[in-house]
């Protein structure tokens, strides 16, 4: 129980700092593959150049092209005139909770989020390429097309409720987002062409490297990670600071604590020397060879042992003599001064 606050302040630290590491090395590495990934322009030749690839495949490129649909794109909830391939929508819940800690904090759960996909593909100069599971991207940016905030208007008894719940609601956030129809994005990922080898697509790649469907150029993209990776960079020392000190601090409490036992065993030793030393002084020496201690054989006895009741130690042994009595073994339950006369 001394260390439990310590315990588990360092044990959150430490799950912090480890996930800080696992994103930092992830940026680094996505950076590492995105900067490796050739940029191919999407134009007539690109069928050729992916035919001569072993498996008619390139496992890591980006290309750039326009959002277009292959069918009837979907018309936003919202706005009529948006039109586009991907669609997100989300309800999500703002409340006000009392914390563990007694206090009031803001807090969002998501009650519903639908997406809806439309096939599509990425467009230049006439020459297409599809694009698949779009929802695997890493990074898939999208158009906010509506987000509307409706605060809730409690009633003196939902007041009174929240209270002894602790739990009270501020409103719903509806949110639509859309990729839409003519957005220019990147697409990062492996390219190959479809089972009846007529169309080419762009998906998620089998390397398990990340898939990225955004707006930024390349450039931007690896300057976003690089951001990224430095912030996580900053979060792994700053909680790698932390555990140090909390680590430093209970290794000081318990060199302290140790020292403080050492030096309390010493001065019990030191108060048993004296005591020995105090009844040798006192000790008388008249006394016959039956009442002499069974274990030093010099001092008189001068304990009893309860409760077999033998009288065979002098007071110096007792004190080492703690679990049966030397002459019949049963178990000490008490020791008493003996008086003999
Ligand atoms: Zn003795
Ligand atoms: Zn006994």
């Excluded at 065979?312 to 008490?334: A, F």
Aim: net charge positive.
């Amino acid at each position: 129980m001394d260390y439990l606050v310590e315990t588990i302040i360092l044990g959150v630290d430490s799950i912090i700092f480890i996930t800080c590491i696992r994103n930092y090395y992830k940026k680094k590495n996505a950076m590492a593959m995105i900067q490796g990934a050739p940029y191919l322009n999407i134009n007539k030749d690109l069928k050729e150049i992916v035919l001569t690839h072993p498996e008619q495949k390139l496992s890591y490129v980006s290309i750039r092209g326009t959002v277009k649909p292959l069918g009837k794109p979907i018309i936003s909830n919202n706005n009529t005139d948006v039109e586009g391939v991907v669609q997100l929508l989300r309800i999500k819940e703002h409340v006000i909770q009392r914390s563990t800690t007694g206090f009031w904090n803001d807090s969002e759960r998501v009650i519903q989020e639908v997406h809806n996909i439309m096939p599509f593909s990425l467009e230049n100069k006439g020459i297409e390429i599809e694009i698949m599971d779009p929802l695997a991207a890493e990074i898939l940016d999208m158009d906010v097309i509506s987000d509307v905030f409706h605060p809730s208007v409690p009633s003196v008894m939902d007041h009174i409720w929240g209270f002894f719940a602790g739990i009270r609601q501020r409103g719903i956030q509806s949110t639509e987002k859309m990729l839409r129809k003519g957005t220019m994005i990147t697409g990062i990922g492996e390219l190959v062409y479809s089972k009846d080898g007529n169309v080419l697509q762009l998906q998620p790649p089998s390397s398990g490297a990340p898939f990225y469907l955004t707006n930024m150029q390349v450039t931007s993209l690896i300057k976003k990670l690089e951001n990224s990776k430095k912030n996580y960079r900053w979060l792994c020392l700053l909680f790698g600071v932390v555990g140090i000190v909390i680590g430093g601090i209970m290794v000081r409490k318990y060199l302290k604590h140790r020292s403080r036992a050492l030096q309390d065993a010493e001065i019990k030793r030191q108060l048993e020397e004296s005591r020995r030393e105090r009844r040798k002084k006192t000790r008388t020496t008249d006394f016959s060879d039956n009442q002499i201690c069974v274990v030093c054989k010099t001092n008189p006895i001068e304990i009893i042992l309860l409760p077999c009741g033998h009288v065979c130690l002098c007071e110096d042994c007792s004190v080492d003599i703690q679990d049966s009595c030397p002459v019949c073994r049963t178990v000490i339950g008490k020791k008493s001064v003996a008086y003999v006369v």
